[in-house]
């Protein structure tokens, strides 16, 4: 018995021990080395480069200018100029080379025998606020083909964009990030989205003007978000808009009627629906 107890130990412990041993040892060593290695080369190679790049005739600028994002500020000071501000003929001739390069391109590098220059957008969009924003394609677009898709300011995949149509609206709700699923739901529209988010209705008014107040059950909420649920009378589809629980003066929103009422700020009991919307 002894014997037999001492041979399972010896096993079981031995194979234990030497794994563990294995592991922390190979962890030292390899630490060790792949430090020592990777500082070395690092080193070598950093000198090396830079011994190359010291020599080289062409010395980096690190002072980049804006280009066509510059144009603001010149705008500022020909429009001083025009009013009457005297700049001497250097100032004044410098400023005109800005003005020329800024309606020129972009962003753009000085060297001394050499300038890095980036065209301008060959398409911008914005919306209403100016920021960028596109329903239909990129909101920047260059000549090269690279482009930038945006919703209200906002970067979005490509994709959500150009296959709006078909976007699956699981994809909007497994998004890890709470803004972007927001987005995603104004993008591919509500009812739509509604299709597919378990909906709880809390208020029906009734009128599809006044609307619902409805509560969906959103990844990432702690708890279901409230929503007014709408027809607008301009462009027609659904809107759903967050919905506190509690407005501003206090009272807890339960009624489709309360949120619209909230919605321009005022008190339920000073709030009526208007006959006549545009």
Not at 231 to 237: L, V, Y
Request: net charge negative; with cysteine.
């Amino acid at each position: 018995l002894w014997g037999q107890l001492g041979d399972q130990l010896g096993r079981q412990l031995g194979g234990q021990l030497r794994g563990q041993l294995r592991d922390q040892l190979g962890r030292q060593i390899w630490d060790q080395i792949a430090g020592q290695l990777g500082r070395q080369l690092r080193d070598q190679l950093w000198g090396q480069l830079w011994d190359q790049l010291r020599d080289q005739p062409i010395q980096y600028n690190g002072n980049y200018l804006w280009g066509q994002h510059d144009l603001y500020w010149i705008a500022h000071y020909l429009f001083a100029a025009r009013i009457g501000a005297k700049y001497t003929a250097e100032q004044a001739d410098r400023l005109d080379i800005m003005h020329e390069i800024g309606m020129s391109c972009m962003w753009w590098w000085p060297y001394e025998h050499l300038i890095i220059a980036c065209e301008r957008p060959s398409e911008i969009h914005f919306d209403e606020s100016v920021r960028l924003h596109n329903e239909v394609g990129a909101a920047v677009k260059f000549r090269d083909g690279y482009s930038l898709y945006a919703w209200n300011g906002r970067r979005v995949p490509e994709h959500w964009i150009e296959e709006r149509e078909t976007l699956d609206p699981n994809e909007i709700i497994s998004h890890e990030n709470v803004e972007m699923r927001a987005i995603g739901c104004e993008i591919i529209g509500w009812p739509k989205m509604l299709s597919v988010l378990k909906a709880k209705t809390i208020d029906d008014s009734g009128s599809t003007d006044i609307g619902e107040l409805i509560e969906l059950n959103l990844p990432g909420l702690r708890q279901p978000g409230r929503f007014l649920k709408a027809e607008c009378p301009r462009n027609k589809p659904f809107i759903c808009e967050g919905v506190p629980r509690v407005d501003d003066f206090g009272l807890p929103i339960e009624t489709a009627l309360h949120a619209q009422a909230w919605r321009v700020g005022l008190h339920p009991s000073e709030f009526k629906m208007p006959e006549v919307r545009t």
